[in-house]
């Protein structure tokens, strides 16, 4: 069995597979069939309780003895779906994911067994998550963990996928019932099911997007990305994957004038168990046979540019290491609420181009930060998420716990 992280990805070696989601709470588990342009085609693609079966996918219900599970045949799928993304609500009305440890497991629907597990980190305010998606990547079925939680519910989820949501206009739960439908017709108490043509239902205002962006695949064909915090970008440009050399920028200000700051960028490198390999900093400028690279130490933070840079060549790196976190830290004590500007971007080192940025656009009265982490996927390609996730630590030697968890 393979223990998923943010991001990773695996074959799907049987062609019907269950995803179920496990909590010490009662969850509601729908799937959703989305096309090219990550939107449902209709309401049709929406499965839940209440309309339990699609094209190639099916909800299945636990019975509020086993976890309620979303059930995919590969084989059924029509053409033009090119993903099937798994998603979970705590039951209770309002009810957030703080203190509840959701776990996905993606099973063989045919003989039960135990193909992966995931279980999303750091879970707080959401109350919905998209937690895993099953995803076709040139000809062959995969599945990714995702973990990426809205705070506006279920509703938040199908909206930025296309389904149609209704609102209450008194606003009094996150989202209203439906409008009434035929006998026929599935209505679900927070979402809309399809209801038929005529009569067509009173237009009605949308339910507001969630904070986190859409969690549509993003690569580099477009130029250069700038990320939001816990979006991900493939580092894929023209279909193939990106194998050079890589440059890390990473650069702060002061927040007050004349006052220095004296911050340290590092990067610590981790194996596919979450097994720490080597850590790359001011005091150990290359790790991993030459393959990561440091620039040295910036004392103050003044200047324009990036004040520390890492390098990496991605093709020398050694195959056991599949997970890079991107950390900076306080060594002095200052806090990240006496930095201004603080950033990271990546480069390619060969054409000077910037391929991703991040802006760290909020701080914590903390002495660390994970910036960014880059995840190598079963395909060799490797993924880019901003992090943006403070610590209490003033060395990278107190980042690397905090790290592997966070990968």
């Not at 099953?134 to 938040?156: D, P, T």
């Not at 194998?243 to 004038?257: D, F, I, N, S």
Request: aromatic share 6%; proline share 9%.
């Amino acid at each position: 069995m393979t223990a998923m992280t943010p991001g990773s990805n695996i074959p799907l070696s049987a062609a019907r597979v269950a995803v179920d989601v496990a909590a010490p709470v009662r969850l509601d588990v729908s799937g959703l069939l989305l096309s090219a342009n990550g939107k449902v085609r209709s309401d049709d693609d929406f499965i839940f309780y209440n309309q339990p079966t699609g094209p190639g996918v099916t909800y299945r219900s636990g019975g509020g003895t086993a976890p309620d599970a979303i059930v995919v045949d590969t084989g059924a799928v029509p053409p033009g779906i090119e993903k099937i993304v798994v998603t979970a609500s705590p039951d209770a009305a309002g009810q957030t994911f703080q203190g509840v440890e959701p776990t996905a497991t993606i099973r063989n629907a045919d003989d039960g067994s135990v193909l992966a597990s995931f279980t999303p980190p750091q879970l707080g305010a959401e109350t919905a998550l998209v937690v895993v998606e099953i995803y076709l990547r040139n000809g062959a079925w995969k599945a990714r963990a995702v973990g990426q939680g809205y705070a506006n519910g279920l509703a938040g989820i199908a909206t930025d996928f296309g389904v149609s949501v209704d609102e209450e206009p008194a606003a009094a739960t996150p989202v209203a019932p439906p409008v009434a439908a035929p006998p026929t017709a599935p209505v679900d108490p927070r979402i809309s099911a399809p209801t038929p043509p005529p009569p067509p239902a009173p237009p009605a205002a949308p339910a507001a997007p969630a904070a986190p962006v859409s969690t549509g695949k993003i690569n580099l064909d477009k130029g250069r990305v700038n990320l939001q915090k816990n979006q991900t970008v493939s580092l894929v440009k023209g279909g193939r994957p990106l194998l050079t050399q890589v440059k890390m920028g990473l650069g702060w200000e002061p927040a007050y004038r004349g006052k220095d700051i004296d911050l340290d960028a590092s990067v610590i490198a981790y194996g596919p168990q979450r097994n720490h390999l080597d850590s790359c900093y001011f005091g150990k400028l290359s790790i991993l046979n030459g393959s990561i690279k440091h620039s040295g130490d910036n004392l103050t933070g003044e200047g324009a540019g990036d004040d520390e840079v890492i390098v990496v060549d991605l093709g020398r790196l050694p195959a056991d290491a599949t997970g890079l976190v991107f950390t900076v830290n306080s060594f002095t004590g200052q806090k990240f609420t006496e930095v201004a500007k603080a950033y990271c971007r990546l480069i390619d080192a060969a054409t000077g181009e910037e391929l991703v940025r991040f802006d760290l656009t909020t701080a914590e009265p903390q002495t660390g930060v994970m910036m960014a982490k880059l995840i190598k996927q079963f395909s060799g390609e490797w993924e880019m998420t901003a992090m943006g996730e403070f610590v209490k630590s003033r060395t990278v030697r107190g980042m690397v716990k905090p790290a592997a968890q966070a990968l």
